[in-house]
Nanobody
Framework: QVQLVESGGGLVQPGGSLRLSCRAS????????MGWYRRQAPGKQRELVA????????NYVDSVKGRFTISRDNAKNTVYLQMSSLKPEDTAVYYC?????????WGQGTQVTVSS
């Protein structure tokens, strides 16, 4: 059974930084893309924040470009999201995901709150 465990969320002041981590455990075949979504409010659609392929290609939503950096450690099946210059509108529950030959798996979500 593949499981994703996230960590690193919390409360931070505007302009601050946080680093999210997500480690995938279990037997994983053909791991390809890894990334992060966020849901900014209950009932609001989940938004794709950043993705990274097995080859290291990255993609970001426009609102985080230049502020967030996604990276991965293939040996550890772990994906990271370094978030800098955080804004109140970045407040959300952040979910990691992986795409593999077994389909798409999701983490449980971690809350990020940006507030003074």
């Amino acid at each position: 059974q593949v499981q994703l465990v996230e960590s690193g969320g919390g409360l931070v002041q505007p302009g601050g930084s946080l680093r999210l981590s997500c480690r995938a455990s279990g037997i994983i075949f053909g791991l390809n893309a890894m990334g992060w979504y966020r849901r900014q409010a209950p009932g609001k659609q989940r938004e794709l924040v950043a993705t990274i392929t097995s080859g290291g290609s990255t993609n970001y939503v426009d609102s985080v470009k230049g502020r967030f950096t996604i990276s991965r450690d293939n040996a550890k099946n772990t994906v990271y999201l370094q978030m800098s210059s955080l804004k109140p509108e970045d407040t959300a529950v952040y979910y990691c995901y992986i795409r593999s030959a077994q389909g798409v798996k999701w983490g449980q979500g971690t809350q990020v709150t940006v507030s003074s």
